[in-house]
């Protein structure tokens, strides 16, 4: 069975840093695509970054270029998101999902941003 | 970006009845390699979400056949059958044929 469990998330000021983690286990982590996706509350979800099973290839959305930094360890099976500058708008709950297509989800976890 | 517009916002239905749910996309979601990479997912109260239907009209696992998806080019349709309680939610559409990957706004099925 696929699991995917997220955590890192917490309460942080404007301006600072936070590093997710999701933790993979039930498929062979290492010959997949990884997403994050985020959801701020009350609203729909937003694409937020990519990266290639090697970790040579890593896309995000315009709104955090510059400021998350996607990676992974596939000799861990984990995921990471590296946010930085963080800002109010960036408050919501991230999911760490399989695939570019996104067939599985982690249960989430929360970051907001707030002084 | 591929702009997704999901309708109707809202979607009252009665157990038992069908429903249908809109998404449209701003250009045309068939990919170079002639596939097209339209997604659906499920989002119950309090829950993560869940994909239902990848490549517009496949199930996953595990998903009732009461819920179906069609479509073509620009428009897509995700339909429910026969609408159960465990149905209540929001149902979201996802493009991954042209980056960035973008969803639907959403559209919550709720019961009379």
């Known amino acids: 069975e696929v699991q995917l469990v997220e955590s890192g998330g917490d309460l942080v000021q404007p301006g600072g840093s936070l590093r997710l983690f999701c933790t993979a286990s039930g498929f062979t982590f290492s010959n997949f695509w990884m997403t994050w996706v985020r959801q701020s509350p009350g609203k729909g979800l937003e694409w937020v970054a990519n990266i290639k099973p090697d970790g040579s290839e890593k896309f995000y959305v315009d709104s955090v270029k510059g400021r998350f930094t996607i990676s992974r360890d596939n000799a861990k099976n984990s995921l990471y998101l590296q946010m930085s500058s963080l800002r109010a708008e960036d408050t919501a709950v991230y999911y760490c999902?399989?695939?570019?297509?996104?067939?599985?989800w982690g249960q989430g976890t929360l970051v907001t941003v707030s002084s | 970006d591929v702009v997704m517009t999901q309708s109707p916002l809202s979607l009252p239905v009665t157990l038992g009845q069908p429903a249908s749910i809109s998404c449209r996309s701003s250009q045309s979601l068939v990919h170079s390699d002639g596939n097209t990479y339209l997604n659906w997912f499920q989002q119950r109260p309090g829950q993560s979400p869940r994909r239902l239907i990848y490549m517009v009209s496949y199930r996953d696992s595990g998903v009732p056949d009461r819920f179906s998806g069609s479509g073509s080019g620009t428009d897509f349709t995700l339909k429910i059958s026969r609408v159960e309680a465990e149905d209540v939610g929001i149902y979201y559409c996802?493009?991954?044929?042209?980056?960035?990957?973008?969803f639907g706004g959403g559209t919550k099925v709720e019961i009379k």
């Open positions: 996802m493009q991954e044929t042209h980056w960035p990957l973008t």
């Open positions: 999902t399989k695939g570019t297509w996104c067939d599985h």
